[in-house]
């Protein structure tokens, strides 16, 4: 309403009409449509697009209310759909986070951004430090660095208003600053716990290092459960900057309820710049159908209707489930996660498959986590049996990573019309360890999205921002479909890319990151493609990714991010 006002004024002034809210010309669109005629501009009116063509036709229907963008010839995208990140996680991250730090100044560093948007006495959590030591972020592997271990006596005059307990990223150790210890009740100059082996300087003074099982639960009943909400919210601002940053307008999120709370603030205050798809754990689906949520609940800003299971570990603590046990540890086969097990840990015949049931007869949709071949192959075996008790129709199942898949997986796809919701950078970090657990002839099935494509999986790219304690997963669309077409770490190993059978061209990697997205959430029929009538959110590149290579990409830029017809980035 608020735009009414100069609206009218102009038409008393001018008495022409307002026209299109937004055109862009003078740009080369991929629009994602497989139609001929080439698109230079597009006219966008009340958040959808209303005209594309060339710049004559479409600037012809500017007004006096309509703002032109030059886009100097940019190659533009229908906005990236970044299908499966933990937002709550990854603003945390953002503001905190010492895994790729390996010297002293870079932690002090650290330390020091994340004190200055600190309100006095709250907590710095989280660390992970360590998780590069043995590998170089971007290396194929075999680039060890020395073991980094933080010195907190460094950061103890920077943190005196704010106690610190972070942590490797394995949690073999822990290291605490004086207010945080004292907190914890420890004894600084004669330092004792029950389980806890604490370092000490040569005055026997704890240097805030500790290791041993009694560590966390030592600090479990002092440190907080989370942040304030103002903290989260700030946190949150932040986040949803950078995603619009790399051109996402659209995000799949798994993080807890207050962040769909958050979410509902920043839309009442003008500051939701994302469309969020928002999924709950599968063990809650009850709760969901008692309040009538199912599929296509929400709007087309913040979207209900999605559950997310877990069925195995993850390849980062050689967790994920096999048929055959880990290379490089022959007891280890993986593990089963929650629902998958008893209380002692036991698989129980059916139940997963249970909670997946009742829920897709609530017509909630299903995602789920499956990493390790036998994870992926049980989960294919669950589907079959769901079509046949309760119909075969429109799930738009979303197996969740389908990480590694046993070769004679790989022909049940299609008939089961999976969705493999993949992210394909997982491949650029994870191949430095891939075939030392699993071997070559395993990893042949890993990240292998030409296969999958080929087999009538659709493919719904993803980052995993912020990534796990192990692995750091950025958000930059980019960095994705480099992985995928490359099949390359970010250093360009190797030369001819990793299993380079299984690269993809960059037209299916861009509408599995675009259209992928839109279609694994119900709403390719209102985004996804640069269409009339459709949502207006887009991407412009400073690079056109069909004229440049993929090592190109890693500098490529978004210079421009509409969502909803709003431009909510410019560079
Ligand atoms: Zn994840």
């Known amino acids: 309403m608020k735009n009414l006002v100069p609206v009218l004024l102009l038409c008393l002034t001018a008495c022409s009409a307002p026209g299109p809210d937004l055109i862009l010309y003078n740009g080369d669109f991929w629009t994602g449509n497989a139609e001929d005629a080439p698109v230079t501009a597009v006219a966008i009116q009340d958040g959808h697009f209303t005209a594309l063509g060339v710049d004559s036709e479409v600037r012809a229907l500017a007004g006096s209310d309509t703002r032109?963008?030059?886009?100097?010839?940019?190659?533009?995208?229908?906005?990236?759909?970044?299908?499966?990140?933990?937002?709550?996680?990854?603003?945390?991250?953002?503001?905190?986070?010492?895994?790729?730090?390996?010297?002293?100044?870079?932690?002090?560093?650290?330390?020091?951004?994340?004190?200055?948007?600190?309100?006095?006495?709250?907590?710095i959590l989280g660390g992970f430090w360590g998780a590069y030591d043995e590998w170089t972020s971007g290396s194929a592997g075999g680039q060890a660095r020395?073991?980094?271990?933080?010195?907190?006596?460094?950061?103890?005059?920077?943190?005196?208003?704010h106690p610190m307990f972070i942590r490797r990223f394995d949690n073999s150790e822990f290291a605490a600053n004086r207010p945080a210890l004292e907190a914890a009740g420890v004894d600084i100059q004669n330092p004792e716990a029950e389980g806890v082996e604490f370092a000490v300087d040569g005055n026997g003074v704890a240097t805030g290092i500790m290791t041993g099982p009694g560590v966390r639960g030592l600090f479990a009943d002092v440190v907080p459960d989370g942040f304030s909400l103002a903290r989260r919210m700030e946190q949150t601002r932040n986040a949803l900057a950078v995603a619009a940053s790399y051109g996402v307008t659209s995000f799949s999120d798994m993080s807890d309820d207050t962040q769909l709370e958050i979410y509902r603030a920043l839309r009442e205050t003008g500051e939701l710049t994302m469309r969020v798809h928002f999924r709950y754990f599968l063990g809650r689906w009850q709760e969901l159908a008692a309040q009538g949520i199912e599929v296509g609940s929400g709007d087309e800003w913040i979207r209900l209707g999605a559950l997310k299971g877990h069925i195995d570990g993850i390849m980062g603590t050689s967790s994920a489930r096999f048929f055959q046990s880990y290379e490089n540890d022959p007891q280890n086969y993986g593990r089963w996660r929650q629902l998958m097990v008893d209380e002692q840990g036991q698989f129980v015949e059916g139940q997963f498959l249970g909670y997946m049931a009742r829920a897709d007869s609530a017509n909630l949709q299903l995602s789920i986590h499956a990493i390790g071949d036998e994870a992926n192959s049980l989960l294919m075996d669950y589907l079959e049996i769901l079509n046949a008790t309760s119909g075969d129709r429109d799930r738009r199942f979303r197996l969740v990573h389908a990480q590694v898949i046993a070769p004679q997986d790989f022909a049940r796809l299609g008939n089961l019309g999976i969705i493999a919701e993949v992210q394909p950078y997982h491949l650029a970090d994870d191949m430095r360890w891939m075939e030392e657990r699993i071997g070559t002839e395993r990893s042949r099935g890993a990240y292998a999205f030409k296969t999958l494509h080929e087999n009538g999986a659709v493919l719904a790219f993803g980052s995993d921002w912020p990534g796990t304690s192990a692995s750091e997963y950025p958000i930059n669309p980019l960095y994705g479909l480099y992985a995928a077409v490359s099949r390359q770490t970010l250093a360009g190993t190797p030369a001819e890319g990793w299993f380079p059978e299984e690269k993809i061209d960059i037209e299916t990697a861009l509408r599995a990151y675009t259209l992928g997205g839109a279609y694994s959430s119900f709403e390719d029929d209102i985004k996804g493609t640069i269409s009339e009538?459709?949502?207006?959110?887009?991407?412009?590149?400073?690079?056109d990714l069909f004229e440049t290579e993929p090592k190109d990409w890693l500098d490529t830029e978004v210079v421009l991010t509409v969502a909803g017809g709003r431009v909510v980035f410019e560079r």
């Open 68 to 123: 032109e963008i030059d886009l100097e010839g940019r190659f533009a995208t229908p906005g990236f759909n970044d299908t499966h990140v933990h937002a709550q996680s990854a603003a945390r991250f953002l503001e905190f986070n010492i895994m790729q730090t390996g010297t002293q100044e870079d932690f002090q560093q650290r330390v020091s951004d994340v004190v200055d948007g600190l309100a006095e006495g709250e907590w």
């Open 533 to 543: 009538g459709k949502l207006a959110d887009l991407a412009v590149l400073s690079d």
């Open 146 to 161: 020395d073991k980094f271990t933080p010195n907190i006596s460094l950061v103890e005059d920077l943190t005196a208003a």
